[in-house]
């Protein structure tokens, strides 16, 4: 529990840094792991190169050496074995004989004598003068050389008495300048590995604050709103930018358009629905403030006007309860079509609820009905609701004896009535909450019921329209997607 802590310690560290600081961490460290790798593997890379040219020298150096000078150089370590040349150094080279005992010779010309190593001895013991052994060593003064050691067979006695005696000969270079070189090399490839870092930082950081300047002013429009609550602030955006940045700000600039839209609603329904409950409810007051002072004074109303004011009342709380719950039909939101309360529904059946109830509204009406089979996926009683405001508006606007016809075939419903008509200037307005035509604003109603109409048949995924008939009155058409036969139930 103790590291799961102490490493969500850093990363929790991290994720509270600026997003800029972020990224040029992140690309600072993604530039120091590559220049890192590259530095390392240059250095490695050089160092096996140069260790090549060594061993091809000390390769070439046994090669070359002539056998005559060889057994010349050799006659006095092998003839009179020494641990020590006796002839001074002539070069930087170190060569010697290792015998198989362990016993070392040490040429005239070598610089000093090599260290020896059980390899050498090895070498001795089992010669193969086709085989090398190459390894990194020290003289016999500590300085680090490069050793080649071959296995060599020396005769030596007199003819018919020769001795045959097995060594080991170690040759070897100095390594002081190529180890400088590399430690020269490794330097600078550190040196030149911090700017890089510190160059990809600055880079990073540049990089970070071009690439999140519109998410500066993202954030500067934001915090606008949230301060001021102005939902008419836009971003810029280049037309021709299609990047996540320009799509973000294309989204930031819808959503407080429609939030203001929103709100702009909300504001004018709040404005139309007080302006439409404040004439019940004057009205209301006016009533029963009448029935208060004739209380007071003990003069009680003719029973005639007292029927009259106890109808206008009864008659304002019936408006005042279909405003009330046409706010709130309105107010509820909008929701999946394929979740919640929707179902398949007989829509031809709710039509024929809907008739019902227009009868009884108009029965001095004449209302015809046609109606086929038609089965739509929409919430039952708002559907039936709807079809029911459609024919309350054609019952309302028919003259007296008028006829009403309705007909539902291949999802498309049509109420036309014989009535007034609208002019085509209002048409445009019909769907609108609160809305009403000067024409009828002396007839009862809240201006709701269209708009309800349209809600629902759009949350149905139809469309309604309302259009002048061929001679006189209007017709509203309801179209609605669905099948005249219902769907298989699931299993």
Aim: hydrophobic letters at 40%; proline letters at 7%; aromatic letters at 4%.
């Amino acid at each position: 529990m103790t590291g799961r802590r102490g490493a969500a310690g850093p990363v929790r560290r991290f994720r509270s840094l600026p997003i800029r600081a972020r990224l040029s961490l992140l690309v600072a460290a993604a530039v120091a792991f590559a220049v890192a790798a590259v530095s390392v593997t240059c250095w490695f890379i050089v160092q096996g190169k140069l260790y090549d040219e060594i061993d091809d020298d000390l390769r070439s150096s046994v090669l070359t050496l002539q056998r005559e000078e060889f057994e010349q150089l050799t006659h006095t370590c092998v003839q009179e074995p020494s641990d020590t040349g006796t002839i001074a150094p002539r070069s930087k080279q170190y060569a010697q004989l290792v015998g198989a005992d362990g016993r070392v010779c040490v040429l005239p010309y070598s610089a000093a004598a090599i260290a020896v190593t059980d390899g050498d001895e090895e070498v001795a013991a089992h010669p193969d003068p086709e085989e090398g052994v190459f390894r990194n060593g020290t003289d016999s003064e500590g300085r680090p050389v490069r050793v080649l050691t071959t296995a060599v067979v020396i005769e030596t006695g007199p003819l018919g008495r020769a001795v045959v005696q097995e060594y080991a000969f170690a040759v070897a270079v100095p390594l002081d300048n190529t180890r400088s070189t590399l430690n020269e090399l490794a330097l600078l490839l550190l040196l030149v590995s911090g700017v890089g870092v510190l160059g990809s930082a600055a880079a990073g950081l540049a990089v970070a604050r071009a690439g999140l300047r519109p998410v500066d002013r993202l954030t500067e429009a934001v915090e606008h709103v949230a301060r001021t609550e102005d939902l008419g602030i836009r971003i810029p955006v280049e037309d021709d930018s299609e990047d996540e940045i320009a799509r973000l700000s294309h989204s930031f600039n819808s959503m407080t358009s429609a939030l203001a839209s929103s709100r702009d609603l909300q504001q004018q329904l709040i404005a139309d629905a007080g302006h439409e409950l404040r004439t019940p409810l004057t009205s209301l007051r006016t009533n029963i403030e009448l029935f208060s002072r004739s209380e007071e004074t003990g003069r009680p109303l003719p029973a005639e006007d007292r029927k009259a004011l106890l109808t206008s009342v009864k008659a304002q709380m019936t408006e005042l309860a279909a405003l009330i719950g046409d706010l709130q039909e309105l107010s509820r939101p909008d929701t999946d079509p394929h979740a919640g309360r929707t179902q398949i529904v007989a829509w031809h059946d709710a039509v024929e609820s809907a008739l019902r109830r227009a009868r009884l509204r108009g029965p001095e009406l004449t209302i015809t009905a046609d109606l086929h089979p038609w089965y739509v996926r929409a919430e039952p009683a708002a559907l039936e609701r709807a079809v029911v405001n459609v024919l309350d508006n054609a019952v309302k606007f028919s003259p007296p004896g008028g006829t009403v016809e309705v007909r539902l075939t291949g999802g498309v419903l049509t109420v036309r009535d014989h009535g007034p008509g609208m002019p085509a200037d209002e048409l445009p307005y019909v769907f609108d909450r609160f809305w009403r035509s000067p024409g009828a604003r002396a007839l009862p109603g809240s201006g709701l019921g269209l708009s309800i109409v349209a809600r629902t048949v759009h949350q149905a995924g139809g469309e309604v329209t309302l259009a002048p008939a061929e001679d006189t009155g209007m017709t509203a058409t309801i179209r609605l997607p669905g099948a005249p036969t219902p769907p298989p139930e699931a299993p």
